[in-house]
């Protein structure tokens, strides 16, 4: 069964704490994401990774680091410099393509602070 | 920064009327898609028109972009209880390989 898995669902962090979503495909995709999405928002950018052991800041990167040490694993760590984590996150994964980028989503880690 | 904005922000219409959103965006661009997200749930792909592209159809979907005036919409006819989703676009600019959402817009189809 082809995609991408997102675990936990739902997570609560306590302050001061780290805490890292998993992300997993196994489409045999290049490129990884992570977005962040606010109640009623679109998806903001957080890292991007298009190649093992290399990755890039997106448009919201501080308070959260990511590794790319597998092809088809793209962890995402919030650390407790993140002041309001509690928001939906979304993994993605594509071919590089600089011409058809066609993303596929996991669906997605709640996190919440307790 | 998000570059593509969709309206309206919530739509609400009766099963078997057609439904219509739109998105502006900003810059030049290669291609614009349109995903679907039900509640909860990751996003979906629907459909993607490309720059040079002016109309697209896809089932009960049909795509229009007028580059000239950075805008895009999308309709769904004859809609469905199970069309009750949001919907975003999403844009990739000339030479990038990331992709800008829009904020999107909620659908309700009332049975």
């Known amino acids: 069964d082809g995609g991408i898995t997102q675990s936990p669902k739902y997570l609560f962090r306590k302050e001061g704490q780290n805490v890292t979503l998993s992300c997993e495909q196994n489409l045999n995709h290049d490129a990884m994401y992570w977005y962040r999405q606010d109640p009623g928002q679109g998806l903001r950018l957080i890292y991007y990774s298009q190649i093992v052991n290399d990755f890039q800041k997106g448009d919201i990167a501080e308070g959260y680091s990511v590794s790319r040490e597998k092809k088809e694993s793209f962890p995402l760590t919030v650390t407790s410099a993140q002041k309001n984590p509690t928001a939906f996150y979304l993994c993605?994964?594509?071919?590089?393509?600089?011409?058809?980028?066609?993303?596929?989503f996991g669906a997605g880690t709640r996190l919440s602070v307790l | 920064s998000q570059q593509g904005e969709e309206d309206p922000q919530a739509l609400s219409i009766q099963e078997g009327e057609n439904a219509t959103m739109n998105c502006s965006y900003k810059t030049s661009i290669n291609n614009l898609q349109w995903y679907r997200q039900n509640s909860g749930r990751g996003l979906v792909h629907l459909i993607l028109?490309?720059?040079?592209?002016r109309e697209k159809h896809s089932g009960r979907l049909r795509v229009t972009l007028d580059t000239s005036k950075k805008s895009s919409s999308l309709l769904i006819t004859a809609s469905r209880a199970a069309d009750t989703a949001s919907y975003f676009c999403a844009t990739q600019r000339s030479g990038y390989s990331t992709l800008t959402f829009g904020k999107g817009t909620m659908l309700l189809v009332s049975p």
């Open positions: 028109i490309r720059s040079n592209e």
């Open positions: 993605a994964s594509s071919t590089v393509d600089r011409d058809l980028n066609i993303q596929y």
